[in-house]
């Protein structure tokens, strides 16, 4: 039979443009959020983390904001590089030991 | 300084067979997670171990699946007998605390495939 896998939201750019993807959380009660960047045969990798207490961190050529009214977090990739074409996942945590992660976004940089 | 390390990187085996997967957690990292990943479900936590006990495993599918860690710098997940639907990519993670403040660190995964 056919079959059906998770068909995630691809989003591509041209090299040197900013990326914007986006991911909207399920848990009110989250309060630590990451990003993850997944490279082809290679576990997801840490990017950028925020707790709910920011609404925007930024790192080398990243930046997440985070808006907790409408639980929606936000990644942005500066000047991108065909270096960033990856799978790119957020992921929440409300206290304890289970992060719940995203299905992902696919970016793909054009050069 | 070393990451999260696994082995093998892939498996191939026929069904019924025992499976063994390894995992080194970053030193100094109390907080283990085992998962798996498929395209039809996305990344699924199996079990979680925070200085070497075992607190969460209801994500392990089936009495097939056992994981142990016998000490801070190494852990076994086991699939016994294996079959078809366990082909996956398996990803072990280690943190410092048990995740709720402190990212993950995921080794480079095992491709396993049963035939």
């Known amino acids: 039979g056919e079959s059906v896998g998770l068909h995630l939201p691809t989003l591509s750019v041209q090299e040197g443009d900013n990326s914007i993807i986006n991911c909207a959380y399920s848990n009110s009660a989250s309060d630590y959020f990451i990003w993850y960047k997944q490279e082809s045969g290679k576990g997801p990798q840490f990017i950028i983390d925020i707790r709910s207490n920011m609404d925007k961190r930024q790192g080398q050529r990243v930046t997440v904001l985070l808006n907790k009214t409408v639980k929606h977090l936000s990644l942005q990739i500066a000047a991108t590089q065909p270096g960033d074409s990856a799978v790119y996942f957020c992921?929440?945590?409300?206290?304890?030991?289970?992060?719940?992660f995203g299905a992902g976004t696919r970016l793909f940089v054009k050069a | 300084d070393a990451g999260v390390i696994q082995s093998p990187r892939h498996e191939v085996t026929e069904m019924g067979q025992e499976v063994t997967l390894r995992c080194k957690p970053i030193s100094g990292h109390n907080s283990l997670f085992w998962y798996r990943q498929t395209m039809m479900r996305g990344l699924e936590l199996l079990i979680y171990?925070?200085?070497?006990?075992?607190?969460?495993d209801s994500g392990m599918p089936e009495d097939r699946f056992s994981a142990k860690m016998p000490n801070a710098s190494f852990s076994t997940l086991k699939i016994q007998p294996s079959e078809p639907r366990d082909s996956a990519v398996y990803f072990c993670a280690s943190s410092l605390g048990q995740g709720s403040n402190q990212p993950q660190h995921f080794g480079d995964g095992t491709r396993l495939s049963i035939l």
């Open positions: 992921a929440e945590n409300s206290g304890g030991f289970k992060t719940i």
């Open positions: 171990f925070n200085n070497n006990v075992p607190i969460d």
